[in-house]
């Protein structure tokens, strides 16, 4: 089992409608979550990060957090052409917050006009 | 701008040469991270020092890989005997002294024939 893992898609969505990308970890202990956002051939940039349960909302995203289920979950308001990218989740292992991210395959997201 | 450059950003070599590739933070960030990441895949640890100490080595990174952080600055990751399982993009990333929260250079895409 991966530590990290997402649906790969790619998740369509109508410009204008809300995107949800879900992410589960395997690390219980886990305590800081990140989410990515990669252009193809560029690399990644953080759109957010989430430590506490509950939504953290910044603009038109949301994550989401339940650390009982592990699951931790992107949404993205209003979408358009431009959140066309891959969004990867990321989680610091228990024991060393400063240390190594482990990272999901990522979730393709296609916003169609 | 994430406040990282890394140089080349694009390499080609043939299998069997040494390659070395360079990341430099624009400032003197406390943290600095290798990530490695294939087509497809998320980013996968390598590496990571705080200041000049590398702390943590994945599995991942063979005897024929080796990096560098003197005087706590720059950095470099070193290849040796490139094979052609080694094509990928190689990922810098920094965190500032009070946060877990990594951002990534604009990587050097590496192609070994």
């Known amino acids: 089992q991966k530590e990290v893992e997402q649906n790969s898609g790619p998740l369509s969505v109508p410009e204008g409608a809300i995107a949800s990308l879900n992410c589960t970890y395997s690390?219980?202990?886990?305590?800081?979550f990140f989410w990515y956002r990669q252009y193809s051939g560029k690399s990644p940039e953080l759109i957010m990060s989430?430590?506490?349960?509950g939504d953290k909302e910044d603009g038109r995203f949301t994550a989401q957090l339940n650390k009982a289920s592990q699951y931790v979950s992107l949404l993205i308001r209003d979408s358009q052409p431009s959140d066309s990218a891959t969004y990867l989740c990321?989680?610091?292992?228990?024991?060393?917050?400063?240390?190594?991210?482990?990272f999901g395959a990522g979730t393709q997201v296609v916003v169609t006009p | 701008d994430t406040g990282v450059s890394q140089d080349p950003r694009h390499k080609i070599t043939k299998r069997g040469q040494n390659v070395t590739f360079r990341c430099d933070p624009i400032?003197?960030?406390?943290?600095l991270y290798w990530y490695r990441q294939t087509l497809g895949q998320g980013p996968e640890f390598l590496t990571y020092?705080?200041?000049?100490?590398?702390?943590?080595k994945s599995r991942l990174l063979s005897d024929r890989f080796s990096a560098e952080r003197p005087k706590g600055s720059f950095s470099t990751l070193e290849i040796q005997r490139t094979e052609q399982g080694d094509s990928a993009m190689y990922l810098c990333?920094?965190?500032?002294?009070?946060?877990?929260?990594?951002?990534f250079g604009p990587g050097t895409r590496l192609t070994v024939l």
């Open positions: 990321a989680v610091s292992p228990p024991g060393d917050s400063w240390g190594k991210l482990q």
């Open positions: 690390d219980r202990g886990s305590q800081s």
């Open positions: 989430i430590y506490s349960n």
């Open positions: 400032s003197e960030h406390n943290r």
């Open positions: 020092f705080q200041n000049e100490a590398q702390l943590e």
């Open positions: 990333a920094f965190s500032g002294p009070s946060t877990d929260t990594q951002y």
